[in-house]
């Protein structure tokens, strides 16, 4: 065996990368669990011991945590005082509640690791291994991961990105939100419009339980509710818009769901369908983007698909071609890319 030294190095510099970032969502779990982003916005530049005294922990972890997250560059260090800092785009991505709250998409490949096992066998099969049987801190960083892009995009671009429907949800509109889990894209668009009567469904009875609660926390009880439904049965009909946010590629059998919406909307009704971003080729997907959704995809998205007849798995990067032609599939006569972010497709269907 001949080996090509420098190729080899390279590839296990990204190995030693790969290794580190595993044990960096570990890490970060522990710092979005504890408030030790917050601790440190709060106190610095800071000394481990104040960061400690202020999150109410020992202070032995904290001072390799620091260090391990200056390494990785997520705080900043400054030699010359020994003291730790964050820099406004550390705070915004880290720290600001108000912010990304970044850390928490780490409870994702954490609580999936929990299952390692059981996902094993499934890949070894060719099983599943279905969205509800996994960890509940999944739905957790699924939701934080994916609500601040809902935040700053739904209502002042996606919406706006429709034909005309920006106009009925503001006179009153019926809508159905599919997949909605926690309730996140629910409750935003019922605090964008008051007029208008929104319905989450997800089949996740948990879930459900959850976006109840936050729809009664934030005062939107009267517009907003939520049932325990599936995407090929929920109930309608006449809809004006139904919304699927980062869901249809998840389903076992995302063309019964598609028709289904097809069935339920209005005849001048509009589905908006948001899923992952993605090209439609595989090279067009090797990216960090790529990468990020492939891999969830293999043991989140395919799993699940796998998990119920007809196994259909779409997985997290489709692709508008193939997503697409399924649409047309189901009975929609126009479709089109509507908008788009670096980590959304978003594509408006009408019958």
Request: proline share 5%.
């Amino acid at each position: 065996m001949t080996l090509d030294e420098n190729n080899l190095n390279e590839l296990l510099g990204r190995f030693v990368t790969d290794v580190g970032g595993s044990y960096h969502a570990s890490n970060a779990v522990l710092g979005d669990r504890l408030g030790l982003y917050r601790a440190l916005q709060t106190t610095m530049p800071a000394t481990p011991e104040q960061v400690a005294a202020e999150a109410r922990v020992a202070e032995r972890y904290v001072r390799e945590w620091l260090a391990g997250q200056a390494a990785g560059g997520y705080v900043a260090y400054d030699p010359t005082t020994g003291r730790y800092s964050l820099t406004e785009e550390q705070a915004f991505l880290l720290a600001d509640t108000a912010g990304m709250q970044a850390a928490s998409a780490f409870l994702c490949p954490v609580a999936v690791a929990k299952n390692i096992e059981r996902i094993t066998e499934a890949v070894r099969t060719g099983g599943g291994f279905a969205w509800h049987d996994h960890d509940p801190a999944l739905f957790e960083g699924i939701e934080r991961f994916f609500r601040p892009g809902y935040a700053m995009n739904l209502v002042s671009a996606w919406i706006p990105a429709l034909d005309g429907v920006e106009a009925k949800l503001s006179a009153g509109a019926r809508v159905a939100d599919v997949g909605c889990g926690h309730g996140s894209s629910t409750l935003l668009l019922g605090q964008a419009f008051p007029a208008s009567q929104i319905i989450g469904f997800d089949y996740h009875p948990a879930s459900i339980d959850v976006a109840r609660k936050r729809a009664v926390e934030a005062g939107l009880a009267d517009r907003v509710s939520f049932e325990v439904a599936s995407a090929a049965d929920f109930p309608g009909p006449d809809y004006d818009l139904v919304t699927i946010f980062d869901a249809l590629h998840d389903m076992p059998d995302p063309l019964s769901a598609a028709r289904h919406i097809r069935e339920v909307l209005k005849e001048d009704g509009t589905l908006l369908l948001v899923e992952p971003m993605a090209g439609d080729r595989i090279e067009d997907n090797l990216n960090p983007v790529g990468r990020l959704y492939y891999g969830a995809s293999t043991v989140i998205c395919v799993a699940h698909s796998m998990s119920a007849e007809p196994r259909t798995a779409l997985g997290a990067q489709a692709g508008e071609a193939k997503l697409t032609e399924l649409l047309h599939d189901a009975g929609f006569g126009a479709v089109r890319r509507a908008a788009e972010t670096p980590f959304n497709l978003v594509l408006e269907a009408r019958i």
